[in-house]
């Protein structure tokens, strides 16, 4: 068998590496969410070594504190698994590109980046610092892997067409700094709240020095900003005729937005309960991924032929073509 017949046989089409850049970006929002579960149940200690959970154990004991954090790491491992696969399939992807290969290889400095932080959270008991940048580590790699799923279906080789006036791509990216804002002062809300991240009552985390009740003022001010600001938005393309996927996306991103703000507000008032504050991380989760969708897609990249319109014989990255695509 020569060369290029073995280089043909173990390929990956571009079809089984979407399953392996939408597995890590499934990952990459489950250790965000497993992630505020360890804080939310006090399970911040629960396994107190690093990377095993004893010093001689690996394995947690059956208990509620030990086996969150221990299912955190697992999701790390999931994640350390699935990032090598990808690696190693942007290589043998055909054909092979070279952007998915750098996104590919930033997902795993993200995991490296997250598990040796991780190991620091340990070993300063939780100092609140550490821990506000470990919650932070997550949500910008979960972004990568959101642009390895779009790029890899779509034919960067060809020139975009931008399908929204220039001030409004703009505003998009304006979008995803307030999201970033809004996340960061999440995370000091979190860290300045009542769930410090205890073990069983054993091990009392510290809390930011600031008062709680100022860090979740600005929170709210900027999620409002943020709400104001991507309901105009989706006003401003729905009045400028902009493709009716654009539309839907923006259409679910503002639902997303409105349930979040519900979500922080109901929690608030009820003096933050563990379950509520667990959906709004989901909730914020959902946000993050609806504000990045909603920028990529300002720009028309024609679909690559394997994700092409079944049944339409268009150009797939058209237009028009566009306009009558599923949301995927």
């Not at 173990?10 to 399953?19: K, N, Q």
């Not at 620091?120 to 008991?125: E, G, K, N, Q, R």
């Not at 300045?192 to 600005?218: D, I, M, T, W, Y």
């Not at 109901?266 to 909730?283: D, S």
């Amino acid at each position: 068998m020569d060369t290029s017949a073995k280089r043909q046989r173990f390929s990956v089409s571009p079809r089984a590496f979407h399953l392996l850049a939408q597995a890590c970006a499934v990952a990459y929002a489950l250790i965000i969410i497993s992630g505020a579960a360890v804080r939310l149940t006090g399970s911040g200690l629960g396994c107190p070594h690093w990377p095993t959970c004893y010093a001689h154990h690996a394995l947690p004991v059956a208990s509620i504190h030990p086996i969150v954090e221990f299912t955190n790491r697992l999701i790390t491992g999931f994640i350390s698994i699935v990032t090598i696969v990808t690696i190693v399939a942007a290589y043998r992807r055909g054909p092979k590109r070279r952007d998915l290969i750098v996104l590919s290889w930033a997902l795993l400095g993200g995991l490296v980046a997250e598990s040796v932080w991780g190991a620091v959270v340990v070993y300063t008991d939780l100092n609140p610092w550490t821990v506000m940048v470990h919650f932070l580590v997550a949500p910008i790699f979960l972004g990568v892997a959101m642009v390895l799923v779009h790029r890899n279906r779509r034919n960067y080789d060809s020139d975009a067409v931008l399908l929204v006036p220039r001030p409004i791509l703009i505003c998009s990216r304006v979008l995803i700094g307030l999201t970033v804002a809004v996340v960061a002062a999440g995370t000091a809300v979190s860290n300045a709240g009542p769930h410090a991240g205890n073990f069983a009552g054993q091990h009392v985390a510290k809390r930011l020095p600031v008062e709680l009740r100022s860090v979740v003022e600005l929170h709210g001010a900027l999620a409002a900003a943020l709400a104001g600001f991507t309901v105009a938005l989706i006003f401003a393309i729905s009045a400028i005729g902009a493709a009716p996927r654009i539309r839907l996306i923006g259409e679910r991103l503002i639902l997303a937005v409105a349930v979040q703000a519900g979500i922080g507000i109901v929690q608030y008032a009820m003096h933050l309960p563990v379950g509520l504050v667990e959906l709004h991380v989901i909730g914020a989760v959902s946000v993050m991924i609806g504000v990045v969708r909603f920028s990529l897609e300002m720009h028309d990249h024609p679909a690559i032929p394997e994700f092409s319109l079944r049944g339409d014989h268009r150009e797939a990255g058209s237009v028009e073509g566009l306009q009558q695509a599923p949301i995927v």
